[in-house]
C-alpha cells in the first residue's frame, strides 16, 4: 500500500517562497506517476504539476509554470513542490498523489483522476 506524507505548508508572507515535501512509502518500482494539486474548500481539485518517475518527465499546469518548480530525490523517496512569490490566490490545501504506471515512457496525466493514492494535504495560507 502506497503511503504519502506531505509537510511544508504554514503560514507565510506574500511575496515570500515555501517548499512543500511529499515522502513516499509502500512502493517499490520506479514506475509510478506523482503530482502536486491544491483544493480549496468547496472547490474542485486542481493540477498543479506532475513527474512520470521512471524519466523524470514533468507536466505542469499553464498556470503553475512561471512560480511552482517540481522535482524528485529518489534516494528520499520525496517529491518536492517549490513555490515562489506567494500571493494570497495561493492559499490552500495542497495535495501529493501517486499512481503506477505501465508506460515508462509517458508524459505524466495532470487530472487528478488519474491517481489513486493520496496523501492527508499540507494547508498553506498567504497573508499580505
Known amino acids: 500500500q502506497v503511503q504519502l506524507v506531505e509537510s511544508g505548508g504554514g503560514s507565510v508572507q506574500a511575496g515570500g517562497s515555501l517548499r512543500l515535501s511529499c515522502t513516499a512509502s509502500?512502493?517499490?518500482?520506479?514506475?509510478?506517476?506523482m503530482g502536486w494539486f491544491r483544493q480549496g474548500s468547496g472547490s474542485m481539485r486542481l493540477s498543479i504539476a506532475t513527474?512520470?518517475?521512471?524519466?523524470?518527465?514533468?507536466h505542469y499546469a499553464e498556470s503553475a509554470k512561471d512560480r511552482f518548480t517540481l522535482s524528485h530525490d529518489n534516494a528520499k523517496n520525496t517529491l518536492y513542490l517549490q513555490i515562489n512569490s506567494l500571493g494570497s490566490e495561493d492559499s490552500d490545501m495542497y495535495y501529493c498523489?501517486?499512481?503506477?504506471?505501465?508506460?515508462?515512457?509517458?508524459?505524466?496525466?495532470?487530472?487528478?483522476?488519474?491517481?489513486?493514492?493520496w496523501g492527508q494535504g499540507t494547508q498553506v495560507t498567504v497573508s499580505s
Open positions: 513527474i512520470n518517475l521512471s524519466n523524470n518527465r514533468t
Open positions: 498523489a501517486a499512481s503506477k504506471t505501465a508506460n515508462p515512457y509517458a508524459l505524466p496525466p495532470l487530472s487528478p483522476f488519474g491517481y489513486e493514492y
Open positions: 509502500g512502493y517499490t518500482s520506479s514506475q509510478y506517476y
